[in-house]
């Protein structure tokens, strides 16, 4: 079996916590519920960091004429079951939408401060819902969903020099690190493509000026002309175990 999947629910809420099932196949397990209209996290990845707790909300219909301990849940897992992500789990009290018909609102917690997460779980994750029911027995799903769990990105920039006369060149460096879960600090993530960017003084957007690969330190390092006063900043757009990220940007006064 793996990690157990809930370990306590924050306050507020209606109180649901299980122990983590040993697989959950392709089908139902055991039956007699209905999982429908599941989301999580809006769509998005779930991007966590070397401290803060993460909330990501969810949501899914239950239908069942069964009576239940607690309302359902959905939860994360891996290699049907065998591996479940670890964190904490908030529902509602279960508002009916018709007889035997709950519309569930729940929210994931994941705190990599407390908890000990390991960069290996970084990735697609299945989406699984499960209920257990009064008097024995439940039924668990796997939906067949995959949601990412991704290491949180961060960008440094430097513009120099500050200011510089028009057509001369600017130097342009910075730094991508990541969340290593398991220190609980960041890291260098060499080999990254990351889009050099640049906002002309007065315009509300940015655009693409060229793209720079970083050495194996996860360092940035090119040179552009000096056209215009403007902004400079980087941005990385990320990848499966790893969440996109931008710089903070660096205003060059062009004389």
Not at 35 to 52: A, C, D, E, L
Not at 129 to 138: D, I, N, P, S, T
Not at 139 to 168: F, H, I
Request: net charge positive.
């Amino acid at each position: 079996m793996g990690k157990q999947v809930w370990r306590a629910v924050v306050a507020g809420g209606a109180a649901a916590v299980f122990t983590a099932v040993a697989a959950v196949p392709a089908g139902a397990a055991e039956g007699g519920a209905a999982f429908s209209r599941i989301q999580v996290n809006g769509g998005k990845p779930i991007v966590i960091g070397t401290t803060k707790q993460v909330a990501a909300p969810a949501s899914f219909r239950m239908t069942t004429t069964k009576k239940w301990k607690a309302p359902g849940l959905v939860f994360l897992h891996r290699d049907k079951g065998r591996e479940q992500l670890w964190h904490s789990i908030e529902t509602n009290d279960c508002p009916t939408a018709g007889p035997g018909v709950c519309d569930i609102d729940e929210t994931m917690y994941f705190n990599p401060s407390v908890w000990e997460m390991r960069n290996s779980e970084a990735g697609a994750w299945r989406v699984g819902a499960e209920v257990r029911f009064k008097g024995g027995g439940g039924d668990v799903d796997d939906k067949g969903m995959a949601v990412y769990v991704q290491r949180n990105s961060r960008l440094t920039v430097n513009a120099s020099p500050e200011p510089v006369a028009k057509d001369r060149t600017i130097t342009v460096t910075g730094k991508v690190t990541r969340a290593n879960w398991e220190t609980r600090k960041y890291a260098s993530y060499g080999g990254r493509h990351v889009s050099l960017q640049f906002k002309p003084s007065g315009s509300a957007s940015y655009s693409t000026v060229k793209k720079v690969y970083a050495d194996g330190s996860g360092n940035l390092r090119t040179t552009v002309k000096a056209a215009r006063t403007g902004t400079w900043r980087w941005v990385y757009y990320g990848n499966t175990t790893t969440g996109a990220s931008k710089s903070s940007g660096d205003n060059v006064v062009v004389k």
